[in-house]
Nanobody
Framework: QVQLVESGGGLVQPGGSLRLSCSAS????????MYWYRQAPGKERDLVAA????????NYADSVKGRFTISRDNAKNTVYLQMNSLKPEDTAVYYC?????????WGKGTLVTVSS
């Protein structure tokens, strides 16, 4: 069974940094692209970043380019999201996702709150 577990969220001040982790199991992690999404209250869940199975290719939403970095450690079955220069508008629940056998699997999310 596919399982994704996010961690690392919390309260940070504007301009601060945070690193999120997503631990994956139940599938061959190194064979699949991984994704980070976020959802703020009352808003749609939006793609934040994506990374190819081997980690050589990445994509970012325009809103986070230059501030966020997605990476992965296939030996640890973990994908990361390094978030720098955080803004209040980054406040959201952040979710890890994989598409496996034609289905999307989501973690339960980790809350990031950017506030002074």
């Amino acid at each position: 069974q596919v399982q994704l577990v996010e961690s690392g969220g919390g309260l940070v001040q504007p301009g601060g940094s945070l690193r999120l982790s997503c631990s994956a199991s139940g599938f061959t992690f190194s064979s699949y692209a991984m994704y980070w999404y976020r959802q703020a209250p009352g808003k749609e869940r939006d793609l934040v970043a994506a990374i190819s199975n081997g980690g050589r290719s990445t994509n970012y939403a325009d809103s986070v380019k230059g501030r966020f970095t997605i990476s992965r450690d296939n030996a640890k079955n973990t994908v990361y999201l390094q978030m720098n220069s955080l803004k209040p508008e980054d406040t959201a629940v952040y979710y890890c996702k994989v598409t496996y056998s034609g289905m999307d699997y989501w973690g339960k999310g980790t809350l990031v709150t950017v506030s002074s």
